[in-house]
């Protein structure tokens, strides 16, 4: 029979080692419920602000200057708590650096829900940025470290992707909520991150790195399976630390500074794009070009879109490959940014309150909607692609990539750096963007987004590596050698 064994046939056959990824997708998951937070309280003012320029109480009803501080205060917040990740990704680890996230999370989102004056508005932004910042520092190095290459790429995304949830979460809420639910919805998602990290196995390379062997080894088999291969995968992390000892004199070894430098100049680019202030201010933007659809549902359609190109981001990570990613991204966000420059200076916009037009009205019966003109849909459509591009590649890529190239022993301390300089960089464009566009117009703000986009370009051609694929520590390495991606065992 052919199905009889012979002499030649082996008694046990090997099966390879399969790793489960069910567990990984769990703890990605409950860690990246911080970015959903994030998403949410990054945008929150986009809705609220019409409503508190209408509000009848005096001590919330806002001015121009006063509504700059809204919006703007939460990347002042943002960048001190990414300042903060420094200290405590090194000092308390990755994921309970996300569960202390958690704490002034909560009591932002209060803060504003209860709120009776403008400084109790302010303070609640202030804290929900600390929260984000310590995220941002924090949840891509977790996922990461956690990952393993073949889905590390699609897993590095996910910070992204659940930014974009919680972003459209509150611009559709925001269409049936009061302004103060809107922060008592907040609140959810934020104390199921809290539950589900309880169960969730600390980083295996911070446990390494703190010398608690037994419990690192313990973490990576949670994650990978009983049955996988993961002492192996072990051993190379742990050679690779091992072989590690940062010094402050080793900053000038390009092993250190080059990744580095990269990743705080992308974080710089990524903001330098006006991605934060565009978000903080879709709905006050749709105001000022007179858009005939209602500001509050194209903000909606725009979160939509941004979700979907996220999406399609992260299937496409790990087979087209990041650089391919982010050349797209520039260039379908300078197609659009300088569609919105053109548009904006040939076309007259309105010159009332950026934030009070009789368009938006229409919210509180006050006026009856203008008619439809189909050249009002160019900003629509312009700040579409904007938001589309910036989701496909500048969007979750410059996460990502900070969590791969930056070196393993000076991640903490890094990762923190790139989210302070990123958010000082929002706080700024922020503040300064309403000012601009009062003074000169929404010309003005996008035509230099526009040239930034090319300088990004430029930078992605120049500068940043192609990591699809490739190992933490063969990434080290390509910027040890500064020739190869491929490192050799012992």
Known sequence: MADCPDENTALIKNKPNKIRNGRLFLAVFSAVLGNFNFGFALVFPSPVIPRLKLEDDPQLRLNVQQISWFGSIFTLGAALGGLSAMILNDRLGRKLSIMVSGVPSVVGLLVMGAAQNFWMLLWGRFLTGIA??????SIPVYVSEISHPSVRGALGSCPQITAVFGSLALYALGLVLPWRWLAVAGEVPVVIMLILLCFMPTSPRY?????NRPKAIKSLEWLRGPNSDYMTEFEKIERSINSQGVQWSDLRMPLYYKPILISVFMRFLQQMTGVTPILVYLEPIFHKTDISLKPKYDAAL???VRLIAVTIAASLMDKAGRKALLFTSGFLMYLAMLTMTMYTHKTPCN???LTLTDVMKDNYGASVDPAFDPITLIPLISMMVIIFGYAMGWGPITWLLMSEILP???RGVASGLCVGVSWITAFILTQLFMHVVEAYGLFVPFLFFCIITVVNIIFTAKC????????LEEIENYFRTGRSFTIHDP
């Not at 446990?207 to 010398?211: A, H």
């Not at 940043?464 to 190992?471: A, H, M």
Request: hydrophobic letters at 35%; charged letters at 15%; a positive charge.
């Open 132 to 137: 984000g910042g310590m995220t941002a520092g």
């Open 207 to 211: 446990l390494i790195m703190k010398g």
């Open 302 to 304: 725009v979160g939509a």
């Open 351 to 353: 010159q009332g309150n």
């Open 408 to 410: 393993l022993g000076a």
């Open 464 to 471: 940043v590596p192609e990591t699809k694929g490739r190992t």
